[in-house]
């Protein structure tokens, strides 16, 4: 079965799933931040600016850690620092 990561539809088959992409322009992103085509920008996904802290988290990252890496990030991706702060408000980490 593949779903689409845009609209969540399911196809039982590959060839008719591909259809669905190229008929509706739906977005597939393979760049290895899942292990399944998903939606570019999802959480994990490494177009995501915020991937790399949530990866950090997931894989037992000090407190310090997350927050070198949170500056990271809003050093190279400005546009993301507010997500970043969001982020950290909910973590509770300043
Ligand atoms: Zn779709
Ligand atoms: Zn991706």
């Known amino acids: 079965m593949y779903r689409c990561p845009e609209c969540r539809t399911r196809r039982r088959d590959y060839g008719l799933?591909?259809?669905h992409i190229r008929d509706t322009g739906?977005?597939?992103c393979i760049c290895g931040g899942y292990h399944y085509a998903h939606?570019?920008?999802s959480p994990?996904?490494?177009s995501n600016p915020l991937s790399a802290l949530l990866l950090a988290?997931?894989?037992g990252?000090?407190?310090k850690d997350l927050m070198r890496?949170?500056?990271h990030i809003m050093q190279e991706t400005p546009h993301a620092a507010a997500k970043v702060?969001?982020?950290l408000t909910e973590w509770k980490l300043k």
């Open 17 to 19: 799933f591909t259809q």
């Open 26 to 28: 739906h977005r597939l």
């Open 39 to 41: 939606r570019p920008g």
């Open 44 to 46: 994990y996904c490494v």
């Open 57 to 59: 988290d997931r894989y």
């Open 61 to 63: 990252a000090t407190d």
């Open 69 to 71: 890496c949170a500056r």
């Open 85 to 87: 702060r969001e982020l």
